[in-house]
């Protein structure tokens, strides 16, 4: 069991995470892991400029025409890497496959439905409907904890 403190500070002083163990041990290593994913960003470029952009804030990251791109709430970024490298980087996030195409985030879904040939629709909060793959769809029940 682990003793764990929480401290509000205020908000002009930088926030910290302190980690004190006997030794790094998997259950550790793990909790770190974990904090590293939930910082992590990843790079999109647009208009000539190169942006780092929040995992959290992704809605979606999609392949078309072997070109790349990340999908925020209102903004589209395009990223150098390939689908597979994206869906590697956000392991253990809200992240998934959806498609052969698409990756998505589970927590920016607003609602879901079934479609045709037991395919499910995901309605997004920004107001976009992404679909979700047949062999994806057992993924994504998982997730919703469905």
Known sequence: MYK?????????KEE????????LGDEVTAILNKLRKSESVLLGSKDGETFRIAV???YYIESV?????ICVQKDVFESKQKLYELEELTLGTKLFRCSKSMILNIGKIRSVSAAMNGRFEAKLLNGESVVISRQYVPKLKEKLGM
């Open 65 to 69: 025409d072997n070109k790349t791109f």
């Open 4 to 12: 764990i403190t929480i401290e509000q500070i205020d908000p002009d």
């Open 56 to 58: 959290k804030d992704v």
């Open 16 to 23: 910290e995470i302190v980690i004190r163990c006997h030794a």
